[in-house]
């Protein structure tokens, strides 16, 4: 279902609302209005941090310097 972010140039209240119809009139939660207007909703989704090992290649120990 597409959800939509819609802000009201009246009481500039912004609120989420369940979009059907493209041309559907939203009404204000807080005054009543219609003076809604939909915002862009840029929702970043998936919040994926690479995480990226460094193969610590572990140095040799041992120095034989036997005689
Ligand atoms: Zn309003």
């Given at each position: 279902?597409?959800?939509?972010?819609?802000?009201?140039?009246?009481?500039?209240?912004t609120?989420?609302?369940?979009?059907?119809?493209?041309?559907?009139?939203?009404?204000?939660?807080?005054?009543?209005?219609?003076?809604?207007?939909?915002?862009?909703?840029?929702?970043?989704?998936?919040?994926?941090s690479?995480?990226?090992?460094?193969?610590?290649?572990?140095?040799?120990?041992?120095t034989?310097?036997?005689?």
């Amino acid at each position: 279902m597409p959800m939509y972010e819609y802000r009201c140039r009246n009481c500039g209240a912004t609120f989420d609302e369940l979009v059907i119809s493209a041309q559907e009139e939203v009404q204000c939660p807080e005054c009543d209005e219609y003076t809604t207007e939909k915002l862009m909703s840029a929702f970043a989704s998936g919040g994926s941090s690479g995480s990226s090992y460094a193969g610590a290649s572990g140095g040799g120990c041992g120095t034989s310097g036997f005689t």
